[in-house]
Every structure is written in C-alpha cells, then in structure tokens.
C-alpha cells in the first residue's frame, strides 16, 4: 500500500511561495506517495497547478468556540490516513492539528508540535531565512532539499497562464506599490511609485501595478499621476501574476507577497526594505533579486531606486 503524506502550507503567500521548494524535495522524497496539501482558499489554484501535490484540502481554520467544525476537521485528518505530516507553516494552529489524531497512534510528524516524531529541534529556529529553516527541518526529518534549495532549480513550467488580454505589449515592469494595510511602514511612499511609473514610460516601458483589489485607490492614484501605466491590481489571479511576471523585464516593489512571486518565476527584482521587515529572515529568493533598504523607506530616494535599475534615462530627473 503507497504511503500517505499530508503537507501543512496555510499562507500567506511570500511564505507559501517560499514552501514550494520544501513541496517539491517532499514530492521527490515520497516519488510513489498520495501527497495532500492542506492550505486556505487563495492557493488552491496555484498549488494544483505546480503538480507537487495530489489533492488539495481546504482548512477550515475553525474558531475555538467552533466544535462541530473542530470535530469534522478532526474525522478528515484520521480518515486521510496519513503516513507522515509535514508541518511548513509551524504556527500554533497547525500545531495544534497534531494534537487532534491523539488518543491513537498519530502519523509521524515534521514540525515544532510538542510530541511529535521528527520536531524541528533548533532553538534558534526563528532566526534562520524562511528557505533556510524549512531545509533544516526538512533535514531533519530525513528529506533532502539540495534539489531544491534555490527557487532557480524549481521547475516553473506552471507559470504559464494566458495573459495576453491583460499584458500590455513587452517590454513592461510590474510595480508593487501595496503590502499589507497595517503596516504603512512597509511601504514606500506612493509618490515615489508615482514618479518611478513615469520616469519607465520616459524609458518607453510601459509600468503595470500589480496587487490586491483593497489597494485599488493607491494604484489609481499611482496611475492618475502616470500617464500611460495600466492598473492590474485586483485583476488578477496568483497564476495570471506569475504569468506577468514571467513576461516583464522587471519587477519593483515592497516587501510583499506579489514580490516574492514574482521573484520565484525568475523576472528579475527589485525589493524595497525599510527596518520594518529584515530580509535575512523573510527576504525574496530568486534568480535575480536585489534588496534595497533603508530604515525608514522614506529616506529612499527616487533616483537611487532608479538607477539601480538597468535602462537608460531613469536616472534622470523628472
């Protein structure tokens, strides 16, 4: 009987995009294994796609007070019958689900859970890079990742959703002026977007923003102050974004989860850091990536950011 083998990737996504190169060292470690990915609705698609995993079960993430779906999540995992989990999102809920297989026996489990067969035993785990970490892990648990270490080994064949009702004609730069709302400090100014958008169109690039629809009213100020940018945010899904992404010449943006897609699919990156988020830890890995930062993004400067990339005329003025 083939074994069967849960994965645990619940987001968000630059940390789920980070997991591809663990799922792809689990697919070749267990080459004959139903593999099953247990993550949230907006990677369902992507995760199908990538041809890593067998099926894909949406997590309920039941509230506490919620029993009946505690109780139904529960019948699920014992009925998977489960060989072995790997843990990759290592949270305090995905923890938590290993606790819901006792009494009996559970499967062998790759994680921190208290318990479990093959923890992650490094206590200074949470200093390691993403990547880093869950090689170690991996590791650990009998896995090797060496294939897979470098999001440039990773076959991205998946990326390849039709987008030619969306992109503009080549050559283009996806611009990621967005990231999560709670943390402006994340964020660098959305008139140095402005002024970036313009100086590519007097490059004869056409600048393509790229994000969620809640950051509509940020990109269509971007795009009201730059003639000539197409506005895509929250016209997109995960595999039209790789797609894009695969097709421009560049990509320019914060600390965000488009960032980190667009990295993996090989366009080459430009990622803006303030002291906010620390890169050594959460950066973006690809074939091509460079970080600029600043403690404050605030101190970095339009035309620093624009001669750090490679076309002519963005050093120049406005």
């Known amino acids: 009987m083939s074994e069967s083998i849960l994965v645990i990737k619940l987001g968000a996504l630059g940390d789920f995009v980070q997991a591809l190169g663990p799922m792809a060292a689990i697919r070749a470690h267990h080459k004959s294994a139903r593999i099953v990915l247990l993550t949230t609705r907006p990677y369902v698609a992507l995760a199908e796609a990538t041809g890593l995993v067998d099926e894909v079960w949406l997590d309920p993430k039941p509230k506490l007070f919620q029993i009946g779906t505690w109780r139904a999540l529960r019948r699920s995992l014992k009925r998977g019958n489960f060989n072995r989990v790997y843990d990759l999102q290592t949270s305090d809920r995905s923890s938590w689900y290993y606790h819901l297989f ?4 559970a499967p062998e489990w790759s994680g921190i859970a208290r318990g479990c067969s093959h923890p992650h035993a490094n206590p200074a785990r949470d200093a390691m890079h993403t990547i880093e970490r869950q090689a ?21 064949s998946w990326a390849g959703a039709d987008v030619t009702k969306l992109a503009p004609r080549a050559p283009y730069w996806l611009l990621a002026p967005g990231g999560a709302a709670h943390r402006p400090d994340k964020r660098w100014p959305a008139e140095n977007f402005t002024a970036l958008a313009r100086r590519l169109t007097d490059a004869g690039r056409t600048p393509v923003l790229i994000g969620g629809a809640d950051e509509g009213a940020l990109s269509g100020a971007i795009a009201a102050g730059a003639p000539g940018t197409l506005d895509l945010a929250g016209r997109t899904d995960l595999l039209e974004l790789a797609a894009l992404a695969k097709g421009a010449e560049g990509a320019v943006g914060n600390d965000t989860g488009p960032m980190h897609l667009a990295a993996a699919v090989g ?44 076309l002519d005329k963005l050093g120049e003025a406005d």
């Open 102 to 105: 006792l009494p009996q026996n």
């Open 267 to 310: 366009c080459p990156t430009w990622a803006l850091y303030s002291n906010a988020s620390d890169p050594a830890l959460c950066g973006q890995r690809g074939r091509q990536v460079t970080i600029l930062r600043r403690p404050s993004l605030a101190e970095l400067a339009v035309p620093e950011v624009a001669a750090a990339l490679p």
């Open 136 to 156: 170690e892990q991996l590791k650990m648990a009998g896995v090797s990742i060496t294939e897979f270490d470098d999001p440039a080994k990773l076959d991205i």
